[in-house]
């Protein structure tokens, strides 16, 4: 069964994809720095770039957007056709309204289209292309053939439609409803953009929870489950024929469901395959690098055959991780050599399969001599290593876990602790720089969990406390430090 299980605080929320206790996707966003992809702008063009057919537009951050034909939301993959590509017509001075298909990364500047596309659950409405199309998903030709038809037959003059994979089980009426939704929409759109202010946000894309909802609309998901009464009402009408279901556990959501030790480990450089096998994931500034090896898998046949079944098993948990880290860009797979020529053809095969069940286009390249193999994933939101790992200051060029998934480990572990001890007062020493941020998260009691209500919970700075070191206890510290404040069980 599939579970959407959705982690909310005021700080920072969190989504996670589960297929029988699987954690197949994860995604995670602070509230007050969340991405801005999908967002429509009224901008001011700068600079013209007539040779790249590009140009950069002015949207009021601090870097410029850069503005290229033939950018898209749109992934021309996932429909199996060529969207209708249009000219650049813009001059410097020129007021346009144009989208955000990918976020800031680095010194980039956001990446922008005047191709408006507007989501929802069914469809994705093109307000300045009539173009149809329905998601390759959809199998059936004369399921095709039909929805195809009926969004032409509602389709107002100029615009168009993209039918998606959730529409093939939809009801006639729901699409409809959406489709006139979608509509109105866009002339809300256009309202607001004539009233707005040059280089200025028009229209603001989702939230991570709404995102997520749509982009797992096509999955089959049974089950959505909320940690937040209020969030979960606004779910409603939102998640077709699947259950919402507001979890009121005393543990984390997540770590009810047993998806906390999961996440967890996306932050690992190694990750090892069942055979005792693993895989290296190395992120550099220019592309990912990821190096496969036998580990502890020994074979029972000869080396050839070893190193075949390892590559194998690796392709696919290679596939599962890029989706579950969110790694774009691109990357280089070192698998390892192998003699026989059908082996490596079945390997680049196994791989390129098991990346069907990845929503981002990606593109395979063949392998070299060498057993490398590369392949780039569509970038637009930062990747989960954005917010679950932070650069060593130590090692000059690694990383480490970040400071706020440190938070939320520690809070899953304070919470297990108070449970099963059946303390009403604990006593929590940190570093520095972790006392700082659960200080900046605004992190309260009950945000750590609803089984203890009128518990006290005292935050320290514990002396010479590395980044990764903390004490939970009873007993409190003596002498008390100057540094501590109590976690209150103030309403969120």
């Given at each position: 069964m ?5 982690d909310?605080?005021?700080?920072c ?6 297929e029988?206790g699987?954690l197949?996707e ?7 720095a969340?991405?801005?992809?999908g ?20 949207i009021g951050?601090?870097?410029n957007g850069?503005l290229?034909?033939g950018?898209?939301?749109v992934?021309s993959?996932?429909i199996?056709?060529?969207m ?8 410097p001075?020129d007021?346009i ?7 800031q990364?680095?010194?980039?500047g956001?990446?922008?289209?005047t191709?408006?596309?507007?989501p929802?659950?069914y ?5 300045t292309?009539?173009?149809i199309?329905v998601?390759?998903k959809?199998v059936?030709?004369r399921r ?14 100029g615009?168009?439609?993209i039918?998606?994979?959730a529409?093939d089980?939809?009801?006639d ?5 959406e489709a ?5 929409l866009?002339?809300q759109?256009?309202a607001?953009?004539k ?7 028009v229209?603001?894309e989702?939230?991570?929870?709404d ?6 609309f096509g999955?089959?998901v049974e089950?959505?489950?909320v ?12 998640v077709?024929?699947?259950a ?7 543990r984390n ?6 998806v906390s030790?999961?996440i967890?480990?996306?932050?690992d ?5 069942e055979?005792g096998?693993?895989i290296?994931i190395?992120?550099t500034e220019a592309?990912?690098v990821?190096d496969v090896?036998t ?6 046949k ?5 190193v075949?079944k390892?590559?194998?098993a690796?392709?696919?948990c ?12 691109i990357v ?5 050599d192998?003699?026989?020529?059908e082996?490596?053809e ?10 069907k ?9 063949g392998?070299t ?16 290593d ?5 650069n060593c200051t130590h090692?000059?060029g690694?990383?480490?876990?970040s400071?706020?998934?440190?938070v939320f480990m ?6 297990d602790?108070?449970l099963?001890?059946?303390?009403d007062?604990v006593?929590?020493g ?7 941020t659960i200080?900046?998260?605004e992190?309260n009691?009950?945000?750590?969990g609803?089984g ?6 005292y935050?320290y700075v514990?002396?010479?406390?590395s980044r990764q070191?903390?004490?939970i206890?009873?007993?409190a510290p003596d002498p008390?430090?100057a540094n501590?404040f109590?976690l209150?069980?103030?309403e969120?």
């Amino acid at each position: 069964m599939k579970q959407l299980l959705l982690d909310y605080t005021p700080y920072c929320t969190r989504a996670a994809l589960v297929e029988d206790g699987e954690l197949i996707e994860f995604s995670i966003e602070k509230n007050a720095a969340k991405g801005i992809v999908g967002n429509i702008y009224k901008g001011k063009v700068e600079n013209v770039l007539s040779g790249m057919e590009a140009a950069f537009v002015n949207i009021g951050l601090e870097r410029n957007g850069f503005l290229y034909v033939g950018e898209s939301l749109v992934d021309s993959k996932s429909i199996g056709a060529t969207m209708p590509r249009k000219k650049l017509n813009v001059s410097p001075g020129d007021i346009i309204m144009c989208q955000v298909v990918k976020d800031q990364f680095g010194q980039k500047g956001a990446r922008l289209t005047t191709d408006i596309t507007l989501p929802g659950y069914y469809l994705v409405l093109l307000p300045t292309s009539s173009f149809i199309g329905v998601s390759r998903k959809v199998v059936s030709q004369r399921r095709r053939e039909y929805l195809e038809q009926l969004v032409t037959s509602i389709c107002p003059e100029g615009m168009g439609f993209i039918l998606r994979s959730a529409a093939d089980k939809a009801q006639d009426e729901d699409i409809i409803s959406e489709a006139e939704s979608l509509i109105e929409l866009w002339r809300q759109v256009q309202a607001d953009y004539k009233r707005a202010k040059d280089k200025s946000v028009v229209f603001e894309e989702g939230n991570l929870f709404d995102r997520a909802l749509r982009d797992t609309f096509g999955e089959d998901v049974e089950k959505v489950v909320v940690n937040d009464e209020e969030v979960a009402k606004s779910l409603e009408g939102k998640v077709g024929d699947a259950a919402i279901e507001v979890y009121n556990g005393e543990r984390n959501i997540m770590a009810h469901f047993n998806v906390s030790e999961q996440i967890n480990r996306i932050c690992d450089r190694r990750v090892y395959l069942e055979n005792g096998a693993y895989i290296v994931i190395d992120k550099t500034e220019a592309l990912t690098v990821i190096d496969v090896n036998t580990g502890k898998f020994a074979g029972s046949k000869d080396l050839e055959d070893t190193v075949y079944k390892t590559n194998l098993a690796a392709a696919v948990c290679i596939a599962k991780q890029l989706r579950l880290r969110n790694i774009s860009g691109i990357v280089v797979i070192d698998f390892i050599d192998m003699q026989n020529e059908e082996h490596k053809e079945q390997v680049i095969e196994t791989l390129k399969e098991a990346l069907k069940n990845d929503r981002l286009k990606t593109s395979t390249v063949g392998m070299t001599p060498l057993g490398l193999v590369e392949l780039t994933r569509k970038k637009t939101r930062l990747q989960n290593d954005e917010y679950l790992l932070q650069n060593c200051t130590h090692c000059h060029g690694g990383y480490t876990i970040s400071n706020l998934q440190l938070v939320f480990m520690l809070r899953d572990e304070l919470l297990d602790y108070m449970l099963s001890n059946k303390c009403d007062v604990v006593y929590v020493g940190v570093s520095q720089v972790i006392y700082d941020t659960i200080a900046e998260c605004e992190v309260n009691a009950k945000q750590i969990g609803k089984g203890i209500e009128n518990k006290k919970i005292y935050i320290y700075v514990g002396e010479r406390f590395s980044r990764q070191k903390h004490v939970i206890s009873e007993n409190a510290p003596d002498p008390l430090p100057a540094n501590m404040f109590e976690l209150v069980n103030q309403e969120d």
